[in-house]
Nanobody, 127 residues
Framework: QVQLVESGGGSVQAGGSLRLSCAAS????????MGWFRQAPGKEREFVAG????????YYADSVKGRLTISKDNAKNTIYLQMNSLKPKDTALYYC????????????????????WGQGTQVTVSS
């Protein structure tokens, strides 16, 4: 089992920044494919960013490229999502998730591959 706990959400004005953290614990380290997803009110949950096992290659949804950055600290068993130039459309509940089955290749963008989920942290961006 892997437990994930997000933190760092909050309310900011458009153009502002936040950094989300996701601390992992349990029987394994974060040497899994890790991803950030978000769900806005009335919308389906969507992939935001992912990081591969090992080398830590990163992948992003087109809507956040150049503004959001995913990273991981293996020593701390923590992944981060640095969010810059935030827009009102970024308002959502943000989740981190772990995919224990994908070994090679880019992170899957479908939430169906992610077995472990955090409880979510709210990000609200006002105009």
């Amino acid at each position: 089992q892997v437990q994930l706990v997000e933190s760092g959400g909050g309310s900011v004005q458009a153009g502002g920044s936040l950094r989300l953290s996701c601390a992992a614990s349990g029987r394994t380290s974060i040497n899994l494919v890790m991803g950030w997803f978000r769900q806005a009110p009335g919308k389906e949950r969507e992939f935001v960013a992912g990081v591969t096992r090992g080398s830590g290659n990163t992948y992003y949804a087109d809507s956040v490229k150049g503004r959001l950055t995913i990273s991981k600290d293996n020593a701390k068993n923590t992944i981060y999502l640095q969010m810059n130039s935030l827009k009102p459309k970024d308002t959502a509940l943000y989740y981190c998730a772990a995919d224990p089955t994908t070994i090679w290749g880019p992170p899957k963008r479908s939430e169906d591959y992610y077995k472990y989920w955090g409880q979510g942290t709210q990000v609200t961006v006002s105009s």
